[in-house]
């Protein structure tokens, strides 16, 4: 990938920075080749790589390097897109919003510095993968789970600052965190909570400190370089019972999330449930060539006819409860005495005992796996994904509309639907793939303007997205329009007050800098 | 029309639960078989995603890259360096030159 500049700096001006960041980290570090830009832009890009374009990556070992980077940054006026592990696949992967940004991969910065099992939680540095992480916890036989989403491959830290989430108890990652280390836009280094105690032994216990609490100030923020986190972690279940069915239509989304989210609500629940569409399984184990000859999606009537083999039905339901034995069986029977209520589909139950595998297919047994991501190779060529994932309040009358709406715009625009809901007591986060082929020009085109059109479709029906792809975060910020987008207005002024020369992350999330605030939508 | 190789992906997957304690390179003195367990195995072992996506593009018994002995070191550094399909590319932090050359060593081992 050719070299492109930061909007504003000159060839020598950039290759001083370069040299100035050499001196820290060593020339090994500074990764600026041709073949290296390349590793840092998105392996799922919609479209050309170079339209977000990294100039150039520099990976620091330690907070000290990273204080230095950031401040060599200010004195060169170089834009910075720091990264965990990169590895935010159907996101952007490292690449930077702005391009011609520096990527700064903290993947060097994998130590694990602490896991206390009595209180339940492990201090870990961005680098840190749930593999890594697994590793440790095996190897030192400690009883803890750790909550894994889709790609273990991808950062702890990293997952948990994008408000990713799993599917344990622990599922939302982002409420795991208690207590940050962050680089400030000047170089500064804060620690939040307890932390900002000299010698604090409560940092990793107690979320809040003494005053405003600035953890949330951090989280898909371009604030600060976050370099090691306190992440709260579940003790390892005695067992675990999972309650599964296939229910056939559809429709069945609007009580399958109200029943579940009452169940949660009243604690008989204690996950967030995954419930994607049929078409999930099928997109794994399949390409659309062994169901489809023609051009377009796979017909409406041969995907029925595949799930009645397979004995699919529309929506995968899999409840997973956890710990004593006595009290898993009593919430299944409530949890089945709910569902009778609509079904007379029985549950299928899978007993788990602590000692017995956990398999990789299953992460709600919380073990790393990489599986999901075989969904980009649905389409066929240089495969990728986009996730579109508004969140909505958990009842019918929000759900069914919305997943009938998307439904039909994904058939309009040439793609299978799929979607899925994660009950989270009052919230049902719609996250929706969009798989297409790179090397599909016109493929390519039709999802993004599928997910421009399901972006609009769920503002107008009063619903905003929790997370995503570079290409689309303005478009997203867009929606957040109270006021006059009032939210960003704020967001932009404590980003000129944090870092006025606009140098951390220029574009995270829709807001800008006012260095370069023109490249909005840019 | 092929038929989907179901039984691959859903047969009940042990492999990789202890995958990841047993392979810390540094413990095995960093040698490529190590290093591929550490930096590769997570979806190049039996029943992991890359397993997967070559048994169904060319059949089980290639699936494996640690059982091939049809691989080209070049070959493999391109794929690692620029990625393949649905693969995403690795940089130098992910796997360093130096790693990569003793991994491409271990791969190529039986040609």
Redesign the interface.
Same mark, same amino acid.
Request: include cysteine; charged fraction near 25%.
């Given at each position: 990938m050719k070299l492109q500049l930061p909007p504003g700096i000159s060839a020598p001006a950039f290759e001083r920075a370069m040299a100035a960041f050499r001196r820290v980290v060593g020339d090994?570090?500074v990764?600026d080749s041709d #073949?290296?830009r390349?590793?840092?832009s998105d392996?799922?890009a919609p479209g050309p790589e170079d339209e977000w374009a990294p100039a150039a #990556?520099v #990976?620091p070992a330690s907070t000290e390097e990273v204080q230095a980077i950031v401040r060599l940054a200010n004195e060169h006026r170089i834009p910075l897109w720091p990264v965990s592990r990169?590895?935010n696949?159907g996101y952007g992967? #490292?690449a930077p919003r702005l391009p011609g940004s520096v990527v700064v991969?903290l @993947?060097?910065m994998n130590r694990i510095l602490e896991v206390d099992e009595q209180l339940g939680y492990c201090v870990i540095e961005p680098g840190v993968s749930f593999?890594?992480l697994?590793?440790y916890l095996? !190897?030192n036989k400690i009883k803890l789970w750790q909550s894994v989403p889709g790609n @273990?491959?991808g950062s702890v830290v990293g997952n948990a600052l994008d408000r990713g989430f799993g599917y344990t108890p622990y599922g939302d990652h982002t409420a795991n965190i208690c207590g940050m280390e962050v680089v400030l836009p000047d170089g500064d280094l804060i620690r939040t909570g307890m932390g900002a105690i000299e010698g604090s032994r409560s940092w990793h216990v107690h979320k809040y400190g003494y005053g405003p609490a600035w953890d949330q100030l951090f989280v898909q923020s371009s604030y600060g370089i976050v370099t090691r986190v306190g992440m709260w972690m579940m003790p390892a279940p005695e067992s675990s019972l999972l309650l599964a069915m296939n229910p056939p239509k559809g429709e069945d989304i609007g009580w399958l999330v109200e029943t579940i989210s009452q169940l949660r609500l009243r604690g008989v629940i204690d996950q967030s449930p995954f419930l994607p569409c049929s078409f999930g399984k099928l997109s794994?184990?399949?390409?659309r060539? !062994?169901?489809h000859?023609g051009p377009g999606p796979v017909p409406e009537e041969k995907l029925a006819e595949f799930y009645e083999k397979e004995k699919l039905g529309f929506w995968i339901v899999g409840l997973r409860l956890y710990g004593d034995e006595s009290v898993t069986r009593a919430r299944a029977e409530l949890i089945k005495k709910a569902f009778a209520r609509h079904t007379d589909m029985p549950f299928h139950e899978i007993p788990w005992t602590a000692g017995d595998?956990?398999?990789?297919?299953d992460p709600s047994l919380a073990?790393?796996?990489?599986?999901p991501?075989?969904m980009?190779?649905w389409a066929g060529?240089? @495969? @990728?994904h986009l996730s579109f994932s508004p969140v909505l309040p958990a009842t019918s009358k929000d759900v069914l509309p919305q997943f009938h709406r998307s439904r039909e715009r994904y058939r309009e625009f040439g793609f299978e639907y799929y979607g899925s809901f994660t009950v989270s007591g009052r919230t049902a986060t719609n996250i929706n793939m969009i798989m297409y082929n790179r090397d599909d020009a016109d493929e390519v085109r039709r999802a993004r303007a599928l997910f421009d059109v399901l972006t609009e479709d769920a503002h107008k029906a009063g619903y905003g997205e929790y997370r995503a792809h570079l290409g689309w975060m303005d478009k997203v910020a867009d929606t957040f329009d109270f006021n006059n987008h009032a939210l960003r207005r704020l967001g932009e002024k404590v980003k000129d007050a944090l870092d006025p020369n606009g140098i951390l992350a220029p574009g995270k999330q829709g807001i800008w800098p006012s260095t370069y605030r023109s490249h909005r939508h840019g | 029309?092929?038929?989907?190789?179901?039984a691959l *992906?859903?047969s *009940?997957? +042990?492999a +990789?639960? %202890?995958l990841?304690?047993a392979?810390?390179p540094a413990a095995s003195g960093g040698n490529g078989e190590a290093l591929f367990a550490a930096r590769c195995g997570?979806?190049h072992f039996e029943?992991?995603?890359g397993s997967? *996506?070559l048994a169904?593009r060319l059949g089980p018994e290639r699936a494996l890259l640690a059982q091939r002995d049809d691989l080209n070191a070049e070959y493999v550094r391109l794929v690692v360096?620029? %990625?393949m399909?649905?693969m995403?590319? +690795?940089?130098? *932090?992910?796997v360093?030159d130096a790693e990569l050359e003793a991994i491409t060593g271990w791969l190529t081992r039986q040609r």
């Amino acid at each position: 990938m050719k070299l492109q500049l930061p909007p504003g700096i000159s060839a020598p001006a950039f290759e001083r920075a370069m040299a100035a960041f050499r001196r820290v980290v060593g020339d090994e570090w500074v990764l600026d080749s041709d #073949a290296d830009r390349h590793t840092y832009s998105d392996p799922y890009a919609p479209g050309p790589e170079d339209e977000w374009a990294p100039a150039a #990556a520099v #990976a620091p070992a330690s907070t000290e390097e990273v204080q230095a980077i950031v401040r060599l940054a200010n004195e060169h006026r170089i834009p910075l897109w720091p990264v965990s592990r990169g590895k935010n696949l159907g996101y952007g992967g #490292a690449a930077p919003r702005l391009p011609g940004s520096v990527v700064v991969d903290l @993947g060097r910065m994998n130590r694990i510095l602490e896991v206390d099992e009595q209180l339940g939680y492990c201090v870990i540095e961005p680098g840190v993968s749930f593999y890594d992480l697994q590793a440790y916890l095996d !190897d030192n036989k400690i009883k803890l789970w750790q909550s894994v989403p889709g790609n @273990g491959w991808g950062s702890v830290v990293g997952n948990a600052l994008d408000r990713g989430f799993g599917y344990t108890p622990y599922g939302d990652h982002t409420a795991n965190i208690c207590g940050m280390e962050v680089v400030l836009p000047d170089g500064d280094l804060i620690r939040t909570g307890m932390g900002a105690i000299e010698g604090s032994r409560s940092w990793h216990v107690h979320k809040y400190g003494y005053g405003p609490a600035w953890d949330q100030l951090f989280v898909q923020s371009s604030y600060g370089i976050v370099t090691r986190v306190g992440m709260w972690m579940m003790p390892a279940p005695e067992s675990s019972l999972l309650l599964a069915m296939n229910p056939p239509k559809g429709e069945d989304i609007g009580w399958l999330v109200e029943t579940i989210s009452q169940l949660r609500l009243r604690g008989v629940i204690d996950q967030s449930p995954f419930l994607p569409c049929s078409f999930g399984k099928l997109s794994l184990i399949a390409q659309r060539a !062994d169901l489809h000859d023609g051009p377009g999606p796979v017909p409406e009537e041969k995907l029925a006819e595949f799930y009645e083999k397979e004995k699919l039905g529309f929506w995968i339901v899999g409840l997973r409860l956890y710990g004593d034995e006595s009290v898993t069986r009593a919430r299944a029977e409530l949890i089945k005495k709910a569902f009778a209520r609509h079904t007379d589909m029985p549950f299928h139950e899978i007993p788990w005992t602590a000692g017995d595998p956990r398999p990789i297919y299953d992460p709600s047994l919380a073990v790393p796996t990489a599986m999901p991501l075989q969904m980009s190779n649905w389409a066929g060529g240089r @495969g @990728g994904h986009l996730s579109f994932s508004p969140v909505l309040p958990a009842t019918s009358k929000d759900v069914l509309p919305q997943f009938h709406r998307s439904r039909e715009r994904y058939r309009e625009f040439g793609f299978e639907y799929y979607g899925s809901f994660t009950v989270s007591g009052r919230t049902a986060t719609n996250i929706n793939m969009i798989m297409y082929n790179r090397d599909d020009a016109d493929e390519v085109r039709r999802a993004r303007a599928l997910f421009d059109v399901l972006t609009e479709d769920a503002h107008k029906a009063g619903y905003g997205e929790y997370r995503a792809h570079l290409g689309w975060m303005d478009k997203v910020a867009d929606t957040f329009d109270f006021n006059n987008h009032a939210l960003r207005r704020l967001g932009e002024k404590v980003k000129d007050a944090l870092d006025p020369n606009g140098i951390l992350a220029p574009g995270k999330q829709g807001i800008w800098p006012s260095t370069y605030r023109s490249h909005r939508h840019g | 029309m092929a038929e989907p190789r179901y039984a691959l *992906v859903f047969s *009940v997957a +042990l492999a +990789l639960s %202890g995958l990841a304690a047993a392979a810390d390179p540094a413990a095995s003195g960093g040698n490529g078989e190590a290093l591929f367990a550490a930096r590769c195995g997570a979806c190049h072992f039996e029943e992991g995603m890359g397993s997967n *996506v070559l048994a169904k593009r060319l059949g089980p018994e290639r699936a494996l890259l640690a059982q091939r002995d049809d691989l080209n070191a070049e070959y493999v550094r391109l794929v690692v360096r620029r %990625g393949m399909g649905m693969m995403p590319f +690795l940089t130098r *932090v992910d796997v360093p030159d130096a790693e990569l050359e003793a991994i491409t060593g271990w791969l190529t081992r039986q040609r």
